[in-house]
């Protein structure tokens, strides 16, 4: 039990980390799902490309010789700020040729598209990484600052990267949330997700809001990307298939279209994760170890999809006629 206890602060934190990185992906699968009603199965690889993009500015850094005269805040934001514009457009080029041309098509018609274009982008990552370094899996190169440890008692420390990951994914919640429900361009978004043709009619670009959705979702997943690669340090063109079914499992389990939902989500999948790898092997006297953390987290989304299938936080909508 003291062992137990004496963990608790660790598994805590990794748990955070976990949940608030699925949390960032899952935003760009139920801000698409809330608009569109598909789902964007190409945004694990929209996250692969956030990370890649990370690797390359800090090894372009560091090729310079620029790496270490960077303070340490300004690079998160540098790398960050590159993750977020190069995933967001990626995806507005993705829904542009994709999913725009088959918007009519019934819905198992797009989401084939999307299962296509995940494979594409996966193979695409994969050769243009082998062309430019002749290897595709990638090292993000040790920056002194964010491997400096924080102690707080014997048992427990923290880097601050972790505080930085932590820190950096709630600020870029709390400004989507604000941005959504304060701003005159998120209402436009939540009239084109209510229904496309009177927003239409009220003078809203529709294909515009649209674009900017998947601007917003895309740049969600790049950002989470890059602070994967800050906090694991090793990422290739495959890093984003668990991840991105997790996060969508945590998009699943608060309510697919909402957004407080994807937050909850996340956070409730990436702690469950946390503290299941960590004690069920105590718990069960060693019959089970972490290897079965996964099993426990889609077992809970069958239990929810079973008693609450809208999800935690998701609401009933009336059915337009």
Same mark, same amino acid.
């Not at 956030?50 to 310079?64: Q, W």
């Not at 002749?134 to 002194?144: E, G, I, Q």
């Given at each position: 039990?003291?062992v ?9 934190v990794?748990g955070l ?9 899952a935003?760009g699968?139920t ?7 598909l789902i %964007?199965?190409?945004? $694990?690889?929209i996250f692969?490309?956030?990370?890649f993009?990370?690797?390359e500015?800090?090894l ?5 010789g620029?790496?270490g005269? /960077?303070?340490?805040l300004?690079?998160?934001v540098l ?10 457009l990626?995806?507005?080029g ?7 041309p ?7 018609v797009p989401l ?11 193979d695409?990552v ?9 290897a595709?899996?990638?090292?993000y190169?040790?920056?002194d ?5 924080? !102690?707080f008692g ?7 990267? $972790?505080?930085?990951?932590i820190?950096?994914?709630?600020g870029m ?6 941005? /959504?429900n304060? #701003?005159?361009m998120?209402?436009?978004?939540r009239? =084109?997700?209510?229904?496309q043709?009177?927003a ?6 529709v %294909?515009?809001?649209i $674009?900017? #959705? ?6 969600m997943?790049g ?6 690669g800050?906090?694991y340090g090793?990422?290739?063109?495959y #890093? ?9 499992t945590?998009? =699943?389990?608060g309510?697919?279209? %909402?957004i ?10 990436g702690?469950l ?5 960590s004690?069920? !092997?105590?718990?069960t006297?060693?019959?089970?170890g972490a ?5 426990l987290a889609? !077992?809970?989304?069958?239990m929810?999809?079973?008693?609450r299938?809208r999800g ?10």
């Amino acid at each position: 039990m003291q062992v137990a206890i004496a963990m608790f602060p660790q598994v805590l934190v990794d748990g955070l980390i976990l949940g608030f990185m699925y949390a960032l992906i899952a935003l760009g699968y139920t801000m698409v799902y809330g608009v569109l009603q598909l789902i %964007n199965f190409a945004h $694990s690889e929209i996250f692969v490309v956030g990370a890649f993009i990370g690797a390359e500015v800090l090894l372009g850094l560091k090729a310079a010789g620029w790496l270490g005269g /960077v303070p340490p805040l300004l690079l998160i934001v540098l790398l960050v700020a590159a993750g977020m514009a190069a995933s967001g457009l990626l995806a507005v080029g993705l829904e542009r040729v994709a999913y725009r041309p088959l918007r009519a098509a019934p819905r198992l018609v797009p989401l084939i598209s999307a299962i296509g274009a995940s494979f594409f982008l996966q193979d695409a990552v994969r050769l243009l990484e082998s062309l430019w370094r002749n290897a595709f899996h990638l090292v993000y190169p040790s920056v002194d600052f964010f491997d400096i440890r924080i !102690s707080f008692g014997e048992t427990f420390d923290i880097s601050l990267k $972790s505080i930085i990951v932590i820190v950096a994914a709630i600020g870029m919640l709390i400004c989507l949330t604000l941005i /959504v429900n304060r #701003t005159k361009m998120g209402k436009a978004i939540r009239a =084109v997700a209510e229904d496309q043709a009177t927003a239409s009619l009220m003078g809203i670009n529709v %294909n515009r809001i649209i $674009s900017l #959705t998947f601007l917003i979702g895309g740049a969600m997943g790049g950002a989470a990307g890059v602070l994967f690669g800050v906090q694991y340090g090793v990422i290739n063109p495959y #890093t984003g298939f668990v991840p991105g079914i997790k996060a969508f499992t945590a998009a =699943v389990l608060g309510g697919i279209g %909402n957004i407080p939902g994807a937050m909850a989500g996340g956070l409730v999948l990436g702690l469950l994760e946390a503290f299941s790898g960590s004690y069920l !092997s105590m718990l069960t006297g060693g019959a089970f170890g972490a290897e079965y953390k996964d099993i426990l987290a889609f !077992s809970l989304l069958i239990m929810i999809l079973i008693f609450r299938p809208r999800g935690l936080l998701g609401e009933v909508v009336a059915e337009k006629v």
